[in-house]
């Protein structure tokens, strides 16, 4: 397997968590003695190179015009995109990437990757589907932080026509990283349950936060709303296409969320202590067992 000390890493889109990879494999791997690694990275922002060039957390900065200069560099690149976006870039930038390179996305929808990938990709490079579950609710690489990933979960999406090698460098690389459980599923799978566990949450937070009459109301908080609601403060044209990307799954998650709530509202309306008990009972015990879930552990 390859000497993860010895290749040259790449960022596009050096935001919150192309900032985060950046700054992880600089602190935890190429911080090494005997490393000779390079990370390199293209960002529209030409202010975020230069703070990540003056902190040393990358070596090289690239605009968006001379991108093309960096891919034929990188062994392994990070393509830190929204989904479309990420598509977008591999087409057009199709014959700038590095042969027997690596590549992979962060993207929080997947389905749309398998029935265009084929068209897309050069048979002597890569793509690893890829999403970290870690990051801050905050933009920008001046909010990224290597400590994100300490402890978090990786999810792998391994395709027909992944190189083993290449996938298990990739793990590799992803503990190294600070993640300490990796989970491999499929891209329907993946869809389906990110649609409950982040794209149903972000619209229940926002929900509540535009229900509120009375933006005095918090005032009288005691941190319920502060916990439900920190992922309210959101990246609306990023969301948005998360959102609809995942339509069908989402939807049916609202759906079944939006009979729940039903149920509160027709036992509190009707003074049916019982069914209210039972039904608070009942989501206690869900919630123990959900918490004592654990995803598998690739080592």
């Known amino acids: 397997m390859k000497d993860l000390c010895s290749l040259t890493y790449g960022i596009v889109g050096l935001g919150i968590m192309g900032g985060s990879i950046a700054k992880a494999i600089r602190q935890n791997i190429l911080s090494r003695h005997d490393a000779t690694g390079r990370i390199l990275a293209c960002n529209r922002s030409a202010a975020s190179l230069s703070q990540a060039l003056s902190e040393g957390v990358i070596d090289e900065g690239y605009s968006s015009e001379n991108v093309d200069e960096m891919l034929c560099e990188c062994d392994i690149l990070f393509i830190c995109l929204y989904p479309h976006a990420t598509l977008d870039f591999m087409r057009q930038h199709r014959e700038s990437f590095k042969s027997g390179s690596i590549m992979t996305d962060i993207s929080g929808v997947k389905g749309i990757f ?8 050069r048979q002597d ?11 801050g609710e905050k933009e920008g690489y001046i909010n990224s932080s290597a400590a994100y990933f300490v402890n978090h979960n990786y999810i792998l999406i391994p395709q027909n026509y992944n190189k083993q090698e290449n996938l298990e460098l990739m ?3 992803i503990r190294e990283m600070g993640f300490t459980r990796i989970t491999e599923t499929t891209c329907d799978i993946h869809d389906y349950k990110i649609g409950f ?3 149903l949450c972000h619209v229940i937070a926002s929900a509540l936060v535009e229900s509120a ?5 918090t005032a009288f908080g005691g941190g319920s709303f502060e ?3 920190r992922i309210a403060m959101i990246n609306a044209p990023l969301w948005t296409e998360l959102f609809i990307s995942n339509k069908d799954k989402l939807i049916e998650h609202i759906e079944n969320f939006e009979h729940k709530m039903d149920e509160f509202k027709q036992a509190i309306a009707s003074e049916n202590a019982e069914a209210l008990r039972s039904l608070l009972e009942d989501t206690r015990e869900k919630r123990i067992k959900m918490g004592s879930i ?3 552990v690739k080592k």
């Open 125 to 135: 490079v890569d793509f690893i589907i890829g999403h970290p579950m870690a990051g």
């Open 294 to 296: 654990r995803t598998v």
């Open 227 to 229: 916990d439900l609601t």
């Open 114 to 121: 398998p029935p265009v990938l084929a068209d897309i990709l």
């Open 213 to 217: 009459k009375d933006e005095q109301i």
């Open 197 to 199: 566990t982040s794209q």
């Open 171 to 173: 793990r590799c690389l």
